[in-house]
């Protein structure tokens, strides 16, 4: 039940100070930036770095669902598809793409802290 609700925790707290924006991803000590690109690039740019078969499937662990979709699997979801979100399919995998930038900040530190990545995650 605790689980429940921290995840309502998370929630409810996005529209007061979750605003950031990324700025760069620095893996295994190459700096990788926002720049000329969106959010959702560099995302997918660090995820590709870090090695796509060591991240999706945690990524698909996670809790973080958009139109009832993991944000990376193997099975895309009409909903998703019929909605302002998209699919990009990397090595097997589709990302969600659409999400906002703070929901994409949670999954990186996420992938971190599970994964004991050497990475820093730059936002404003």
Not at 14 to 34: F, M, Q, S, Y
Not at 71 to 99: C, H, P, R, W
Not at 101 to 117: A, H, P
Request: aromatic content about 8%.
């Amino acid at each position: 039940n605790n689980d429940k609700h921290n995840e309502n925790a998370d929630t409810n707290n996005i529209n007061e100070d979750h605003k950031e924006t990324l700025v760069a991803i620095t893996v295994n000590g190459k700096r990788l930036t926002a720049d000329g690109i969106t959010q959702f690039d560099l995302y997918l740019n660090a995820l590709k770095e870090i090695g796509i078969d060591k991240v999706a499937p945690v990524i698909e662990s996670m809790k973080y669902r958009r139109k009832g979709s993991k944000m990376a699997t193997k099975i895309q979801v009409d909903q998703l598809l019929n909605s302002d979100y998209s699919y990009v399919e990397v090595d097997g995998y589709y990302f969600v793409k659409g999400a906002h930038s703070y929901t994409l900040i949670r999954i990186l530190e996420d992938l971190k802290k599970e994964l004991k990545l050497d990475i820093a995650i730059e936002y404003k």
